[in-house]
C-alpha cells in the first residue's frame, strides 16, 4: 500500500471521529436522556456555511428529528449539554480530542420552543470558552465526559426558550468555510427568573462571518500565549 493511501486512510478516519452531537441535556442533577427534548440528527456532520439557516438549530446534510418534549431549567443554576460522537457513544467517546477549537452556548425566547426554527433574530451568547495556555474549550469538555456546563442567567424572563450548544473544530481553518460548527437545539421552560434584563439579540445566521479570525485561523502555528478571538456576539451576563 502506498503512503499516500495510508495518510488518506490516517486521515479520513480522524475526521469522521471528529464529529460530534449534542445528545442530552442535564439540568438540576437530572439527565434527561438520548434526544429528549433535543433535536438530534441521525448523522454526526457538521456545518461549515455560516450564512445557511441551518447554522440555527442543525439541520441538512445533518436531518434533525423533531421532539414534543420541554426540559424545565431554573433560573440561576448551571446546566450541562453533553455531547457524544454518536447518538450511541459513551462518555469516552465525545469529539476527537485532536479537533479543537472554541465552545459556546446561546438562548433564544420563543413563544413555542416545539415549532419555533430557530432562524432569524432572538439570539443571545450565554456562555463560550476559546483557547488559553495551550488548551482549547473542546477539549475542556472531552476531558469533562462530554459535558459542557453553561449557566442560565438569573435576570432573564421565563417562558419558553432554546438553548444551542455549539462546538467548533478549527482544524481545517485554514481556507475559508473550513471550520467545522456543531451544533443542536434543546427545548426549555426556564422559571425562576427575575426578567430585570433584555439582552441584546442576535440573528442567527448572521453571528458569524466566514472570514471571522476565531473561524479563518491556522491553530497548528499557535503558541499557547497566542491571543484567540471567539467568534460570535459579546457574551451576556446579568448586571
Not at 448523522?43 to 447554522?55: C, E, H, I, L
Not at 419558553?160 to 450548544?165: E, F, I, K, M
Amino acid at each position: 500500500m502506498k503512503l499516500s493511501t495510508v495518510l488518506v486512510g490516517i486521515s479520513s478516519a480522524s475526521a469522521v471521529s471528529a464529529h460530534t452531537i449534542f445528545v442530552s441535556l442535564a439540568a438540576d442533577g437530572k439527565d434527561y436522556g438520548i434526544s429528549y427534548g433535543i433535536r438530534t440528527p441521525s448523522y454526526d456532520g457538521p456545518q461549515t456555511d455560516v450564512n445557511a439557516k441551518n447554522m440555527a438549530c442543525n439541520g441538512a446534510p445533518n436531518p434533525t428529528m423533531s421532539t414534543d418534549k420541554i426540559i424545565p431549567v431554573i433560573a440561576g443554576t448551571n446546566v450541562s449539554a453533553v455531547w457524544r460522537h454518536t447518538l450511541q457513544s459513551g462518555a469516552n467517546d465525545v469529539m476527537d480530542p485532536g479537533h479543537k477549537g472554541p465552545v459556546m452556548a446561546y438562548l433564544k425566547k420563543v413563544t413555542n420552543a416545539k415549532t419555533d426554527s430557530g432562524v432569524g433574530d432572538g439570539w443571545f451568547k450565554i456562555q463560550e470558552g476559546g483557547y488559553s495556555n495551550g488548551n482549547w474549550a473542546t477539549n475542556t469538555v472531552i476531558n469533562n465526559k462530554g459535558n459542557q456546563v453553561i449557566r442560565i442567567p438569573s435576570c432573564i424572563a421565563n417562558g419558553q426558550y432554546l438553548l444551542r450548544a455549539e462546538m467548533v473544530a478549527l482544524h481545517g481553518a485554514r481556507s475559508t468555510n473550513g471550520a467545522q460548527l456543531y451544533m443542536e437545539c434543546a427545548q426549555i421552560e426556564i422559571t425562576g427568573g427575575t426578567g430585570t434584563a433584555s439582552p441584546k439579540t442576535y440573528s442567527i445566521p448572521g453571528i458569524y462571518k466566514s472570514n471571522d479570525p476565531g473561524l479563518l485561523i491556522d491553530i497548528y502555528s499557535m503558541k499557547p500565549t497566542s491571543q484567540y478571538v471567539i467568534p460570535g456576539p459579546p457574551l451576556f451576563t446579568c448586571p
